[in-house]
């Protein structure tokens, strides 16, 4: 899985948050000198890393708090912390990926699907893909800045568009 690193991430900080280890994710991602990350950098996170529990993995969005994300998938704030490893001040960033316990992922419409974004990918780039409408993309995922997406971010995509309109006779 890949993880975007943020302000303030050390690999061990990054390694004690996947339940794996600092050699590890050197290894993975050939890095020389472990105290070279940046924000924003690409970190591929070995897999088995994922917590035994029932779940699954959420992209935070832009306005998004653990309030929140908490109310939105019925689960206590103390627990979403916890199992996340949260410190205080409890400030999490866009992009961050968070693990919802307890929970299952949305579920895609009827016909439609599941996508993970890619490196490189736009909201309109992948509309094109599935034929689908942008707005209606945008609207199913809820997603405040349609500029702003993230490698790793879950889509649900609707049912492909039959934008086959006959001509007026």
Known sequence: MIYI????????KIARKFNTTVESILAANKI???????????????QGTTPSEKGFYYIVQPGD???RIA???????TELIRVNRIPPPYIIYSGQRIFIPGAEPPKPPPEGRIYIVQPGDTLYTIAE??????????RLNNIPRPDLIYPGQRLLIPAPSNNTQEEPS
């Open 129 to 138: 893909r599935f034929n689908v409408p942008l707005d209606a993309l945008i």
């Open 32 to 46: 020389a000198n472990p105290t070279l990350i940046y924000p924003g950098q690409l970190l591929e996170i070995p």
């Open 65 to 67: 708090t653990l309030y």
């Open 5 to 12: 690193a943020q302000p303030g991430d050390t690999l061990y």
């Open 71 to 77: 109310q939105r998938y019925n689960i206590p704030l």
